[in-house]
């Protein structure tokens, strides 16, 4: 009988720590590449970015059963503890991601007030768009270590075989960007009806196609995960019998590989292969773009649920 000391609460954690991350960089990549087209995704990234880590986070400090001596964990930087410089990435990322989306949402007001001869310059559009483009700029290193952080956490424990390989990181930051386009095509599909077919056409193309080529990158960190383990220590290469026989086979090969990686990158391909091919009048089916962005999503969430309580089951010896 296993003791599980981390919760669905840390699953949820990580979970939503990802997803925050990923939207921050889809923020951050549309808003240097300049095109208009992905102006609004660009801004709805943007927006919905801080949310989930900071909820996220205060689940965490609700899990820790000692929530009121968590400012503990700010009183110094502890360089050899993950959980000290997770603490200051987070608290870190969580500001500057917030001050990026209070910046897409900066009420319109006057540029210039004037006091008799004396003229004050106030925040022009284009200092907010200065402003906003640095705090993308300087999020963008904060947004990849939250995301390499989610799995870095697993890694660090190092009496769980089942964690212990360099892939688990990279695999949790493409997870991360998968959940967080997926949630942007549910937002686009769901703002399809007042949006210009040419933009929506646009906000699809770029989504599915970067989704692809994430969740190509995800199969084959799934494969060196395998082989480094197989080939690493006794406790480890034991470790992947949880997912390949083991209570978790089911959990992992049908919930997080086929719902969350194989059918999505199918209906993705169905659906994005006529754009590619410049045919685009082609019927978009909108119950399709649902059901890919779910299937993303869930994929993601079980992929952390699998590897916390897998990992947990495991031990060297």
Do not use: C
Request: no cysteine; aromatic share 14%; net charge positive.
């Amino acid at each position: 009988m296993h003791t599980f000391e981390w919760s669905l609460l840390i699953v949820i954690y990580l979970f939503l720590g990802g997803l925050s991350a990923g939207l921050f960089l889809f923020s951050a990549i549309l808003t240097f590449t300049g095109n208009k087209a992905l102006r609004g995704l660009a801004r709805v990234a943007g927006m919905l970015a801080p949310w989930p880590v900071m909820i996220g986070a205060g689940l965490l400090i609700f899990d820790l059963g000692k929530p009121l001596r968590m400012w503990r964990l700010f009183a110094v930087v502890e360089w050899s503890s993950p959980m000290s410089i997770g603490s200051w990435l987070l608290m870190i990322f969580s500001g500057v991601s917030l001050l990026h989306a209070m910046l897409w949402k900066w009420p319109a007001g006057p540029d210039l007030i004037r006091i008799g001869r004396m003229r004050i310059l106030l925040w022009t559009p284009e200092r907010r768009r200065a402003v906003r483009r640095f705090l993308a700029a300087s999020g963008t290193p904060l947004a990849l270590g939250v995301g390499i952080y989610t799995g870095v956490l697993l890694g660090a424990v190092p009496a769980r075989p089942f964690w212990n390989t360099p892939t688990v990181a990279m695999l949790f930051l493409f997870s991360a960007l998968s959940t967080a386009a997926a949630l942007l095509i549910l937002v686009s599909n769901w703002r399809r009806g007042g949006a210009e077919p040419a933009r929506f056409d646009s906000e699809r193309r770029f989504l599915y196609g970067a989704d692809l080529g994430i969740i190509l990158l995800e199969v084959f960190l799934v494969i060196p995960f395998f082989l480094h383990s197989a080939l690493s220590t006794a406790s480890q290469a034991r470790s992947l019998d949880m997912v390949l026989g083991g209570p978790y086979t089911a959990l992992f090969w049908v919930g997080f590989v086929g719902i969350g990686l194989v059918l999505p990158f199918i209906i993705e391909l169905f659906d994005v292969l006529p754009l590619i091919a410049g045919q685009s009048d082609t019927k978009h089916h909108p119950v399709l773009g649902y059901m890919t962005a779910l299937q993303v999503l869930a994929g993601g969430f079980i992929l952390r649920w699998v590897f916390v309580f897998a990992g947990q089951a495991t031990h060297f010896g």
